[in-house]
């Protein structure tokens, strides 16, 4: 990107949700490569703030819920079917995340489950994907829900066992990760470099080997634009949860 | 009528009682379903990744958080030193002033120790962006004053008599003071010192979420992905580092407390050593192109008006939050300061405390959350296992504590008593833990404030308490919450603080020790 754009570009990695907010909202970070969730919740707390791009898998993102086997539960048929999470012992991922957290308990909500009804009156939160998928193939959790490209890639690598953990519902489509940028970098680094910026992440593609690189570790064919319209939804559904305020 | 007596050796044991209820619950919703993952984990132990791409990031995060650890370790230790003076009840004697003054001190001291330092890292990042030496303040802030609390404490327990008759030698408060108490506090200074600095190397390791990088990001990034490989050959250069600055430090510790008297030319050496270190770790944070002080501004929140925090106030289950938080905290303090005792005695040999020591490392070396996800895979989330995770934590730090106290004890008394034939364990009792159990509880009642915070970093377990509920409430920008929230921190801190006080004082005053009457 440096090269690109013909300035230094650094790499900072934060690796804490409510951080990476922050560090953005006190103009720390210019760039950020953020969720569903926490994207909303920084761009509303920084004035001017754009989101520029996506992925292209990003505009049909699902979660999935999995469950043990020895929990009995099965694959469900409609959004009516998640009641049967009622009383069982069940985690979501990290707290501000958007597949692993945000959409399902919205889902869970919409069918009339409500957080207190899981065994122990708490959900867990495994702090990460992987991490969901391997405390419910443990048993310790009956249930869980997680980002589907994690749940993807976890079976190509053979990380999953099919006998002790399986899928039983996947949610509607949503929009999930986006590229946000501050809103003050064409006045810092003259006029377009906004526009600049985005079509530089529009125009990564595969043929190039170094681009091939940042796409597969993005799990992405390409970026695509997007804007804040997108994220309406999850706004609506932050403030429902009381995630934004 | 029987008398169990309490005593300071009595109570030592006591906490242990919590081991029954949390191993009992933990055995019972046991399984075998995270065998493989479980087993994953311990065979990584002895097979880390040699990829050089690992190993090179993991050695610059390393690099990164002993810088970070050095600076808030000297920040923490030196201001804390001079806090620990003025709010002892000693100092303030010397002048003829009320103790008051010290206690109140004290407790304002407990604001800053309340709070987790991975909380004061996002509350100062939020007001003053992100920069390396949030970190840094971040650790300093609660280390502070909690080298300030522990060793006012010290400070105190100096004989007031000497007092008094220094003072009536017609000498100055501050020289009555510091004749009173420095030849007492240089070697209880070097020896907590020194201890502190592997505190803040684990703290460093923790705030590597900030984008400081360190080796604590390396650690965090690999464990979230279960890569166990990857996430070993950072804990191997962690744990050689931890094991290397301890042999450092109890070199130094021998050397400089070995002369019979202190003389001020080694007290000069000792600052000079800590001002080099000090130039070094900032020079080389600049050779890893970290500069501290880059991009720090003011930056505002909207405060929230009295309206809001009615408002959070009601959206938040109180009893359940304060049980929640008490149970975890009394149950792991149970488990950390019972266990360590009770081995030591059941296994006194020289191999055996050697063995323990070796588990302890380990155990300090593997941050809660990490410990947490292993007992979870092998049993059902129940309190027990947030318990048991904080515990052997915490277990570890509290072993450390107690070998290093009677290391640092001479053996007349042991040879004494093992010479009139009791057996080791007996031996071993009465003449090493009863002469540590004093300072062994003083230390336990710091380790209940460090738990009471740390409950924050097992939500993994399930939400319980006060801890998790910071969490959620500062990922959702929830000011008014997140203020409530540490309120109610602080007070159980200083409502802690002031029972161990009185506690403390009512078993030194007590002439004969404390009987609960029991019908035979």
Redesign the interface.
């Known amino acids: 990107m440096s090269k690109e754009l013909n300035i230094p570009v650094r790499y900072i990695p934060v690796t804490s949700y409510p951080a990476t907010v922050n560090a953005f909202r006190t103009k720390s970070l210019d760039l950020v490569w953020f969720g569903g969730l926490t994207g909303v919740q920084a761009r509303l707390q920084t004035k001017g703030s754009k989101v520029i791009a996506q992925r292209d898998i990003d505009e049909r993102f699902h979660s999935v819920f999995i469950a043990n086997t020895s929990s009995n539960l099965t694959r469900i048929k409609s959004i009516e079917g998640l009641r049967v999470l009622k009383g069982k012992r069940f985690t979501f991922g990290s707290e501000s995340s958007t597949s692993g957290r945000l959409m399902p308990q919205y889902y869970l909500q919409k069918a009339g489950v409500k957080t207190t009804d899981f065994k122990g009156r708490v959900p867990g939160f495994s702090g990460s994907h992987d991490a969901t998928i391997a405390l419910v193939q443990s048993g310790s959790y009956q249930a869980g829900v997680l980002n589907e490209k994690v749940w993807e890639s976890n079976l190509r690598r053979g990380r999953i066992n099919p006998s002790k953990v399986i899928v039983i519902w996947k949610t509607p489509k949503y929009h999930d990760y986006h590229w946000l940028a501050q809103g003050n970098l064409d006045k810092r680094f003259g006029k377009g470099f906004t526009e600049k910026l985005k079509n530089t992440l529009l125009g990564f593609n595969k043929k190039v080997p170094n681009q091939r690189k940042i796409l597969n570790l993005f799990q992405a064919n390409r970026f695509i634009p997007s804007n804040s319209s997108n994220y309406n939804n999850i706004e609506r559904i932050g403030r429902q949860l009381k995630k934004i305020r | 009528m029987k008398k169990i007596y309490l005593n300071h050796t009595t109570l030592t044991f006591f906490p242990s009682l919590a081991i029954i209820p949390v191993f009992i619950a933990f055995l019972r919703e046991s399984?075998s379903?995270?065998f493989e993952?479980v087993s994953d984990f311990f065979i990584a132990i002895i097979y880390p990744s040699f990829n050089h791409v690992v190993i090179e990031s993991a050695w610059r995060g390393l690099q990164v958080t002993l810088c970070t650890a050095l600076l808030s370790w000297i920040f923490s230790t030196s201001i804390g030193i001079m806090l620990a003076v003025i709010s002892s009840n000693v100092f303030w004697k010397a002048f003829d002033i009320d103790e008051s003054v010290g206690v109140f001190i004290r407790r304002c001291l407990a604001i800053p120790r309340a709070i987790h330092e991975l909380v004061w890292?996002?509350l100062l990042?939020?007001?003053?962006?992100?920069?390396p030496l949030i970190a840094i303040l971040a650790i300093s802030i609660p280390y502070t004053a909690i080298v300030s609390r522990v060793l006012s404490d010290q400070f105190d327990s100096i004989s007031q008599d000497n007092l008094i008759a220094i003072k009536q030698t017609g000498s100055r408060p501050l020289s009555t003071f510091i004749t009173a108490s420095i030849n007492k506090m240089i070697p209880i200074i070097i020896n907590y010192g020194g201890y502190r600095l592997e505190c803040s190397l684990r703290s460093a390791t923790l705030l590597?979420?900030?984008?400081l990088?360190g080796i604590g990001?390396e650690l965090?990034?690999s464990?979230?992905?279960?890569e166990f490989r990857e996430m070993w050959t950072s804990f191997w250069m962690l744990g050689l580092l931890m094991l290397g600055l301890e042999n450092i430090i109890a070199l130094f510790r021998n050397k400089f407390l070995s002369k019979a008297t202190l003389s001020w030319k080694s007290l000069r050496n000792l600052i000079i050593t800590l001002f080099v270190i000090f130039i070094f770790s900032l020079t080389w944070l600049r050779v890893l192109d970290i500069n501290l002080f880059t991009?720090i501004?003011w930056?505002h929140i909207t405060i929230p008006s009295v309206i809001d925090f009615w408002q959070a106030s009601l959206?938040l289950e109180w009893i359940r939050l304060i049980t929640g938080t008490l149970l975890l905290t009394f149950l792991s303090a149970g488990i950390a300061i019972g266990i360590p005792p009770i081995t030591m005695m059941l296994v006194p040999t020289r191999l055996g405390i050697k063995l323990q020591s070796c588990l302890w490392t380990f155990l300090r070396l593997i941050p809660a959350?990490i410990s947490a996800?292993i007992l979870?895979?092998?049993?059902?989330?129940?309190i027990a296992v947030a318990a048991l995770a904080l515990g052997i934590h915490n277990l570890g730090v509290m072993g450390r504590l107690l070998k290093e106290g009677i290391d640092q004890q001479n053996n007349n008394l042991f040879n004494a008593i093992q010479a009139s034939g009791a057996n080791s364990n007996s031996t071993w009792l009465y003449a090493k833990l009863t002469v540590q159990s004093r300072s062994y509880l003083a230390y336990a009642a710091y380790r209940m404030d460090v738990l009471l915070r740390e409950t924050a970093v097992v939500?993994?377990?399930?939400?319980?308490g006060l801890g998790?509920q910071l969490?959620?409430s500062?990922?959702?920008?929830?000011w008014a919450q997140v203020i409530l929230v540490i309120i109610t921190f602080i007070s159980m801190t200083i409502i802690g603080e002031t029972i161990s006080d009185r506690f403390s004082r009512y078993l030194l005053n007590s002439k004969s020790p404390i009987g609960i009457a029991l019908k035979p």
């Open positions: 399984h379903g995270g993952i890292g996002l990042q939020a007001f003053l962006g992100l920069s590597g979420v900030f984008g990088g990001t965090q990034l464990f979230q992905s279960l991009d501004s930056h959206e959350p996800m979870l895979l092998c049993s059902s989330p129940s939500g993994l377990v399930g939400g319980v998790w969490q959620e500062l990922s959702s920008f929830y």
